[in-house]
Every structure is written in structure tokens, then in C-alpha cells.
């Protein structure tokens, strides 16, 4: 399977506890996308990549958020501290950027569902 | 801050009638992408828009991009119970390097065999 996978797919963990997910997007793809989303609701971007630089972090984002591509490829996405507000499925989504004035299609993996009890 | 809204949140239809959902953003986009999520998966790209005006198809979709590129339709004809699930716009501003998507809300279909 070449798409997107994420790790791991369910993820259960107590209040304040720390948790780290991972996304392995489609190989050639050298953007790579956060999302959180919610029941009912779109998907809410956290952050994304271009290559192994982070480009934009949501201001939603609280400094317990906090993502990596160390050398372009896999991401991580770790929350310190979780919340009960921080359940919720975590999705990862890569493209292919070719030119620079336009975004592209994304490439969704099956996501991270957090519950944090 | 840039908006995407669609509407209506939900719509249960016959199988056999039409769908439409509508999206509509606050500023210029410079292109808009459709999706669709059936319950419990992943969004699935559909198609992307571009160009003012622009009208695609895809079987029994229908996809418009407003004149003034700030509005979006998805037209689905004769609906079947495979089209179940929840179809998002997302639009991409205009100006800057910044190229994430605003994600609108969804419209999720139910469809009635």
C-alpha cells in the first residue's frame, strides 16, 4: 500500500499524560498536513510542511502541540500534557507540490483517534 | 479571518433525487477543492477548481466555481445510496505563500433506498 498510513490508529490515554502519533505520507510527496477534526465537524488545520521545514502552525494551536519532519519524510505530532479537549481523530494528509502559486490535492491517511479520559 | 461556509449542514433525500451543496467564502479564493468523507473514513479528494467560472463533471457530479471565485456548488444528479457521506469544500486564499486549505463544514447526505 503506498498512501498514507498513521500510527497509532487508536490512541487511549489519561489527563496529562504525553502522546506522540506518526504519519508516513506517499514517498515523492514533499508537503505533509495536520489536521484535527471533530464529530460533525471539517478538518481543522494544525500545521503543515514543505520538506522538512514547518511553514505554519495553526494560532489555534496551543504550545502543547508540537510537530516534526526531521528529514522530509515521516512526521510526528506529539501533545504534552492532553486534555480532554484534545479527543479528537488526528489526520495527516500529504501532496505534491509542483508549482509554488497554487496548493494541490490531498492525499488523507486513516488517522489518529485520541480519547483522552 | 478567511471563512468557508457551506450549506445546508444536512439533506435526506430520495434515492433517485437530486443534491446540491453550496460553499461560500469571505475573500477571494485562489482555487477551491471538493472532498468527500463516508462515515468513519478519511476525506477523499474529489476535484479542484481553478479558473472563474469553471464547470466540471464527473459522472452524475456537477462541480461550478463562482465568477468572482468567492463560491462553489456540487451538483449530484439521481442520487444513489453510494453517495452517502459528507462532502467539503475547501478553498486556498488568494495572495501569499500560504497555501493551506479553509475547510468548510460539510454537507452530510443521507440517501433513503
Known amino acids: 500500500d503506498t498512501g498514507v498510513s498513521q500510527n497509532p490508529r487508536h490512541k487511549i490515554t489519561k489527563r496529562g499524560q504525553n502522546v506522540t502519533f506518526r504519519c508516513d505520507p506517499i514517498?515523492?510527496?514533499?508537503?505533509l498536513y495536520w489536521y484535527r477534526q471533530t464529530l460533525g465537524q471539517g478538518p481543522e488545520f494544525l500545521t503543515y510542511f514543505q520538506n522538512e521545514a514547518q511553514l505554519e502552525k495553526s494560532r489555534l494551536l496551543s504550545d502543547r502541540f508540537s510537530a516534526e519532519r526531521p528529514k522530509g519524510s515521516f512526521s510526528t505530532l506529539e501533545i504534552q500534557r492532553t486534555e480532554q479537549g484534545d479527543s479528537a481523530m488526528y489526520l495527516c494528509?500529504?501532496?505534491?507540490?509542483?508549482?509554488?502559486?497554487?496548493?494541490?490535492?490531498?492525499?488523507f491517511g486513516p488517522g489518529t483517534r485520541l480519547t483522552v479520559t | 479571518g478567511q471563512q468557508v461556509m457551506q450549506i445546508p449542514q444536512y439533506q435526506h433525500v430520495q434515492e433517485g433525487e437530486d443534491f446540491t451543496t453550496y460553499c461560500n467564502s469571505s475573500t477571494t479564493l485562489s482555487n477551491i477543492q471538493w472532498y468527500k468523507q463516508r462515515p468513519g473514513g478519511h476525506p477523499v479528494f474529489l476535484i479542484q477548481l481553478v479558473k472563474s467560472g469553471e464547470v466540471k463533471k464527473q459522472k452524475r457530479l456537477t462541480f461550478q466555481f463562482g465568477e468572482a471565485k468567492k463560491n462553489s456548488s456540487l451538483h449530484i444528479t439521481a442520487t444513489q445510496t453510494t453517495d452517502v457521506g459528507t462532502y467539503f469544500c475547501a478553498g486556498s486564499q488568494r495572495a501569499g505563500n500560504n497555501r493551506k486549505l479553509i475547510w468548510g463544514l460539510g454537507t452530510s447526505l443521507a440517501v433513503n433506498p
Open positions: 494528509a500529504s501532496s505534491l507540490e509542483r508549482l509554488a502559486d497554487r496548493s494541490y490535492e490531498q492525499y
Open positions: 514517498s515523492e510527496h514533499n508537503r
